[in-house]
């Protein structure tokens, strides 16, 4: 469908030629002063640089040439501004077909490409932690505004499953256990099919093994030799290694299916694995990748770099390889099966060099054309009300579970204390409560900007929070109940200036996805359905919907709603979260 500024800017540009002004002065632009008109065209003030005359006079030729029937207010004022206000025929043809059309007639941009959304990136017998999940909120979000345009959505979990924290683990289990058959070089039979730890007990071999690294260089070698080792194959590593996956594999589901984040590939660093010796050899040919100090790297300093550019370290001087060199690898993977268009990846602003990095050395040595899109959304912190990234009470790393554990309690009690639902179905609509409360409190922030974690505020049924959003629907699904079938209404122009408000908030759905796209920026989905909510509340307010006499008129009021809803119940899928019935 085509968006109401370029339907109004040809209007304009038409009324222009006719008048005898070049048509190009017809730009409409959404009003500056919203007190005084919905719509402006300044275009009359630079023609009349060009026609030599009072920029009023021209305003005035073309308001003429304009049809009224489109605009309640269309007039010239003083210098020569051109001030429009809808007309309510013009809003309900628009809506009319907007109910109609699939998806809101937004343009399908991205049938027939496909995008890699790289999220999520737990590492394996680590604890997830709060920038995890910044990853999976906005990636999901991400991946599903993809899919919204028509693109073939791949969501790539890209665990962290290889490297030097995996040699930590088969170090930091030898300490402890060695005499497991899987340190014994010599041993030929099979290995135990039950993990030697549990997920606790695993959880707590990392953390130990990370701090003694730093302080015991002799361990720290051994982690090094030992990731070497894993990397090349050893048998008995590999087979600690399944039990790590295995054992932490099935706990990083959990999680993600309870936050509604799922992955169309689960693969891992360790997959692109075999693709690094002929992508090496490659690099090596075409002269990319040069030996220093015992190590293999790829410079890509370029001249012209503002900042200095180290380059990728592909293979250390030890032979384990590196986040840059699976980071590529993992490129030529996705570029073998699924020959994207585009690959997006999520992970904190931090690693930004990083990317920066291997975006240069996949380009540079061809591992991708000029064709396909590299884009990084590097996301801030989220901090806690102190202001310094989130810590638990006692100070230590806040683990993801307990955060989202924390927030469902918090909520639950107030479906509780309000009797919300009935007792059997506040489970699930606490779910969709705490769900909504957590993800709109992060995508309601530039994805770029570190933001502070409020439960209080971020639960809130009021205010600019997710379960507002939430109860505006089910205010909504309420009325719709009480009126009966309600599914086919036609769209009909707005009775009062509050129908009015929220035709033209609705009206911009279409190019609220398309900037959300363009910009990676779900936060504008959320200004939007904040917008649509508050002038469904106003609407609500101050019309009498269901006890309206006029059976047409009531009619008329519940379509209007209605396509309301959907509009906000598409978004938040966007966002990735849902509504409950009642709340
Ligand atoms: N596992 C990484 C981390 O926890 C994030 C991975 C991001 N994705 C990527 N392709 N590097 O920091």
Known sequence: MERILDIITQKMQGAFAAAGYDASFGRVT???RPDLC?????????AAKQYKCAPIQIAKAVVANLNAEDYDLVEAVMPGFINLKLSGSFLQKYLEEMRTVSDFGVEKCGEGKTVVVDYGGPNVAKPLHIGHLRSAIIGESMKRIYKFFGYHTIGDIHLGDWGLQMGLIVAGLQEQQPDLPYFDPDFTGEYPAEPPFTLSELEQIYPAASARKKVDEAFAEKAHIATYELQNG??????????????????IRKIYDNLDVHFESWLGESDADPFIPAMIDDMKAKGCAMESNGALVFPVAQEGDKKEMPPC???KSDGAVLYDTTELATMV???????????????????SLHFEQVFRAAHMCGIVNDKTELEFLGFGTMNGADGKPFKTRDGGVMRLEQLIADITDFVRAKVVENQIVAPEDVEETTKKIAMAALKYGDLSNQPTKDYIFDMDRFAAFEGNTGPYILYTIVRIKSILAKYGAWENLPIQVPANNYAKELMLAITKFAPTMESALKSSAPNLICAYIYEL????????????????ENEDLKAGYIALIALAKRALEQSIYLLGFSAPDKM
């Open 234 to 251: 050893r048998p008995g590593y590999r087979a600690i290694w399944k039990h790590i996956m295995n054992v932490s594999l099935s706990d």
């Open 38 to 46: 919905e719509y402006q065209c300044n275009g009359a003030l630079s």
């Open 30 to 32: 959404v009003s500056n």
């Open 333 to 351: 993977q996705r570029m073998q099966e699924f020959h994207p268009d585009k690959m997006l990846y999520l992970a904190d602003k931090r690693q």
């Open 533 to 548: 909510a508050g002038a469904v509340n106003k609407f609500y307010h101050e019309t009498r919907i269901l006890g309206e």
């Open 313 to 315: 370290i592909l293979i």
